[in-house]
């Protein structure tokens, strides 16, 4: 079955810097990759999302990279604000179900 | 009330104690699913119930028994817990089929289990 690592499990970051959080997926089959972010006392809350047919999507602040051949993805945060602080996970969509990852804390300090 | 609803939000309950939780969708969805998160583990699915009928039961104890009686409830019952079983229980909805259906997720019960 489908496996999902997540890393680093918490990421500390300045105000206005970026922030890259890395996952990888183990089954070819996989095709479909959202992230989602989770605030203190609710459930997750998708904030991207990509198909295996794209290798890159940006909105706004967030984008998200795909790499086929070597099965990971990524999320990546620009010009980070204190809001941002969150639990982010990301998921791999392996024959109807969602695969999630471990998740990483991320803390912005102003 | 739109989205994803889950009551109570908070359950503390002996090992003994019989309980249920309760999830609404006001999505119009036809799949419902709840999902286990412990600190420090992935999110675990448990059940998936689509068009009512349960399609996934991924070896999960018996002390819980999901119950959907229409496309926009799902109740997790609750009896003889453990205390390893205490963690945020997830409920989502989702369209059923298809390879992008995005789940929404409710805000979750944290059950106690002393």
């Known amino acids: 079955g489908e496996n999902v690592e997540q890393h680093p499990s918490t990421l500390s970051v300045q105000e206005g810097d970026s922030a890259v959080i890395k996952c990888t997926y183990s089954?070819?089959?996989?095709?479909?990759f959202p992230w989602y972010k989770q605030e203190l006392g609710k459930g997750p809350q998708l904030i991207i999302d990509?198909?295996?047919?794209?290798g890159e999507k940006k909105d706004q602040r967030i984008a998200v990279t795909l790499n086929k051949t070597a099965k990971h993805f990524s999320l990546h945060i620009t010009e980070t604000q204190p809001e941002d602080s969150a639990v982010y996970f990301c998921a791999a969509r392996n024959t109807d179900k969602l695969i999630f990852g471990t998740g990483t804390r991320l803390q912005v300090f102003p | 009330e739109t989205g994803v609803t889950q009551t109570p939000r908070h359950l503390v309950m002996g090992m003994t104690n019989k309980k249920s939780l309760k999830c609404e969708q006001h999505l119009g969805h036809n799949a419902m699913y709840w999902y286990k998160q412990s600190a420090k583990k992935p999110l675990e699915l448990m059940f998936v119930y689509s068009l009512e009928e349960r399609v996934e039961n991924n070896s999960v104890p018996s002390r819980f028994s999901p119950e959907c009686p229409n496309s926009s409830h799902l109740f997790l019952h609750l009896h003889t817990l453990q205390p390893e079983d205490s963690a945020l229980y997830l409920c989502?909805?989702?369209?059923?089929?298809?390879?992008?259906?995005?789940?929404?997720f409710g805000p979750g019960t944290r059950l106690t289990v002393l």
């Open positions: 989502a909805s989702s369209h059923f089929g298809g390879s992008y259906n995005e789940q929404f």
């Open positions: 089954d070819s089959a996989s095709n479909y």
């Open positions: 990509i198909r295996s047919n794209v």
